[in-house]
């Protein structure tokens, strides 16, 4: 069965840093361009992230370039999303998720993980 664990969430002051990390299982982790979406409250879900790791070719939103960061471990298929510099605003509920056409990220999500909680406070 194919899963995606997200873990790494936390509470944090404003300019502090986490790091998300999601396992994934069950598929060849390699193949898809897998990354990270976010939901606020009352607000609508978007794309934060997404890399295919065996060319490290990776996406951001807007708003997040220069202060998070994604990477993956092939070796371990985990996924990885470093957060710097964290603003009030990135407080949200964060997913991983793989896409259904594995090399297609805004092709539509097969699979999430649970979300993990993120929450920076001012």
């Known amino acids: 069965d194919v899963q995606l664990q997200a873990s790494g969430g936390g509470l944090v002051q404003a300019g502090g840093s986490l790091r998300l990390s999601c396992v994934a299982s069950?598929?060849?982790?390699?193949?898809?361009?897998i990354g990270w979406f976010r939901q606020a409250p009352g607000k609508e879900r978007e794309a934060v992230s997404s890399i295919r790791s065996t060319d490290h070719d990776a996406h951001y939103l807007d708003s997040v370039k220069g202060r998070f960061t994604i990477s993956g471990d092939i070796a371990k298929n985990t996924l990885y999303l470093q957060m710097n510099s964290l603003k009030p605003e990135d407080t949200a509920v964060y997913y991983c998720?793989?896409?259904?056409?594995?090399?297609?990220?805004?092709?539509?999500?097969?699979?999430w993980g649970k979300g993990t909680q993120v929450t920076v406070s001012s």
């Open positions: 998720a793989r896409p259904t056409i594995p090399s297609c990220y805004g092709c539509g999500m097969d699979y």
């Open positions: 069950g598929f060849t982790f390699e193949h898809y361009k």
